[in-house]
């Protein structure tokens, strides 16, 4: 008996491999550790060195000064670069883009809601698929393809206007654009436009954490919330709503964060007034002057942290 147990567990213990592959595969084998940092190593050195590396390069950067008489970087530390953004025009470029940006995602959430809730409770089989297809469709073609299109929607002679010509609505269209803060010559040179486009563009991102979001929600507790006589309105309020915020405010994430960094649209599309993207590559490229230009970067990095603190409070992370 001994020596039958003694064989089986001779055998059952295969013999080590040869070739250097062979070796490899028998030591990760025994170290599974050394196989999970070998393959984590290059990530980790990719994140941490192009990514966190850049960033502390650039917040670096923001404590220089630009020389006014040369206009070559300072190299000693000064709070004066973050000073000038304290200014009255660098100031409002701040304002504008983070109350644009809160904009735009109020918009996407009221607009998204209800697209996410049909989706959610209604549609099945082919509808649905549908659905996810009307939703990805436009993030498949191309950002600047997508931009320009808007361009010529918006513009004086676009197809928007020759609508409100055959509905003779123009003298509405008229009165929007006369409006002091956000008319101007066409749609496509005010801030509405922006507005639209911007909401055209992040919509998706807000739809599809909502519309998760609505899924985890069970049927049964919007039943039997009818069932002890709340109204239609209570129940979205007191029920569906809470259960539907960390999705609402995931996707808030991407419209509000998307929006506060972007360039490419109010620069095609807007006025001449600059938001923080159009500034920083305004001051990188044409001025020259980095560290201003590094300021206005860490400011929308400050915002997110902020509302990325506050997201997770409410759930947001759960829901992504």
Request: hydrophobic share 55%; aromatic share 14%.
């Amino acid at each position: 008996m001994t020596a039958l147990t003694m064989s089986d567990s001779k055998t059952s213990i295969l013999p080590g491999r040869s070739g250097f592959f062979g070796r490899m595969s028998d030591a990760f084998w025994r170290h599974p550790k050394l196989l999970l940092f070998l393959m984590l190593t290059p990530p980790l050195l990719w994140l941490g060195i192009i990514y966190i590396g850049s960033l502390i390069a650039l917040l670096l950067q923001s404590f220089f000064s630009i020389d006014d008489f040369s206009g070559l970087v300072n190299y000693e530390f000064t709070l004066a670069t973050y000073a000038q953004l304290l200014s009255p025009t660098n100031f409002d470029i701040i304002i504008r883009t983070v109350v644009m940006a809160a904009l735009v995602t109020v918009a996407s959430a009221l607009i998204a809601f209800p697209i996410a809730y049909y989706a959610a409770r209604y549609a099945q089989g082919k509808w649905k698929v549908l659905f996810y297809l009307g939703v990805m469709l436009p993030l498949w073609s191309s950002y600047l393809v997508k931009i320009y299109a808007w361009k010529l929607i918006l513009a004086k002679e676009g197809i928007l206007t020759w609508i409100f010509e055959k509905l003779h609505l123009s003298w509405l269209l008229d009165g929007v654009l006369n409006l002091p803060v956000v008319g101007g010559n066409s749609l496509s040179v005010s801030y509405l436009g922006t507005f639209i486009v911007f909401v055209y563009v992040w919509l998706p991102y807000m739809i599809l954490p909502t519309q998760a979001a609505l899924e985890r929600v069970p049927g049964n507790l919007i039943e039997a919330s009818a069932d002890l006589g709340a109204t239609p309105h209570q129940t979205f309020r007191t029920v569906l709503l809470p259960l539907a915020l960390p999705g609402i405010v995931a996707g808030s994430i991407f419209t509000f964060s998307l929006t506060l960094g972007d360039y490419i649209i109010p620069q095609i599309i807007g006025s001449s007034r600059l938001f923080i993207g159009q500034a920083v590559y305004a001051q990188q490229g044409t001025a020259g002057n980095v560290p201003l230009a590094a300021a206005f970067s860490v400011v929308p990095i400050v915002i997110m942290a902020l509302y990325l603190s506050l997201a997770k409070k409410l759930g947001a992370f759960d829901a992504l």
